[in-house]
């Protein structure tokens, strides 16, 4: 069974507006950590945020910021003011503590700026 | 800088010939590894949990003879792809785990195409 799931496949805006990325997880755990990571057309791995299951504090990073909800098991992202630089695919991944280190990803979600 | 190195990042090779990846950890000393399979537009699926000192950990549908998994110290893994077909053309990516912190490093990945 999928474990985490974006259900968006692709998100196209034009630069400055927002941008919500959707991540619905699934885990009978109760100790788990959420991650996000930026794929570029290069291919590698970006690390934006990581967090574990006991802090639902909402957290900004610039124009990121993350909105953790346990109780709909999501943990969405978003990109305020957008810029072309954030054209890239966005994974949402779970990583369960019996298995610490092995990262369950999301399919991803394609967001396109344009100009 | 980079905490955990690949090589190559990009490889063409002809079908029926074996290919090697290496993933470093250049910071520390990493008893585990992982090596993630992503073909082209879709996600990223963990195929192999490598210990140092012994034998790999194989994900479910992961043959273990075709995907060759070394860890002979604490700083390197290998994956070698035996027998490459094209539909072994893939993004190989490892990471470690590891560090003080317990933090998960991603490789920048490597490009395998087979002709």
């Known amino acids: 069974a999928q474990k985490v799931t974006q259900a968006q496949t692709e998100i196209s805006v034009v630069e400055k507006e927002d941008v919500t990325l959707d991540c619905v997880y699934e885990?009978?755990?109760?100790?788990?950590?959420l991650f996000w990571y930026k794929q570029p057309p290069s291919g590698e791995l970006v690390f934006l945020i990581r967090?574990?299951?006991?802090?639902?504090q909402n957290e900004i990073s610039g124009r990121y910021s993350w909105n953790f909800q346990k109780s709909t098991s999501s943990f969405n992202f978003t990109i305020t003011a957008s810029q072309v630089v954030d054209s890239a695919v966005y994974f949402c991944a779970l990583s369960e503590v019996d298995s610490w280190g092995k990262l369950q990803f999301g399919a991803g979600t394609q967001v396109v700026v344009t100009p | 800088g980079a905490v955990v190195s690949q090589h190559p990042s990009r490889v063409i090779c002809k079908s029926g010939t074996s290919v090697k990846i290496e993933c470093r950890s250049l910071?520390?000393?990493?008893?585990?590894m992982f090596w993630y399979r992503q073909f082209p537009k879709q996600s990223l699926m963990l195929m192999a949990t490598?210990?140092?000192?012994?034998?790999?950990?194989?994900e479910q549908g992961v043959e273990k003879d075709k995907f060759l998994i070394n860890h002979a110290s604490l700083t390197l893994s290998t994956l070698t792809v035996t027998s490459a077909h094209p539909e072994d053309s893939s993004f190989y990516i490892c990471s470690v785990f590891g560090g003080r912190t317990g933090e998960l490093f991603f490789g920048e990945g490597s490009r395998l195409t087979v002709l």
């Open positions: 490598s210990n140092e000192g012994s034998k790999a950990t194989y």
């Open positions: 967090r574990n299951s006991f802090d639902e």
């Open positions: 885990t009978r755990d109760t100790t788990y950590y």
């Open positions: 910071d520390f000393q990493a008893t585990t």
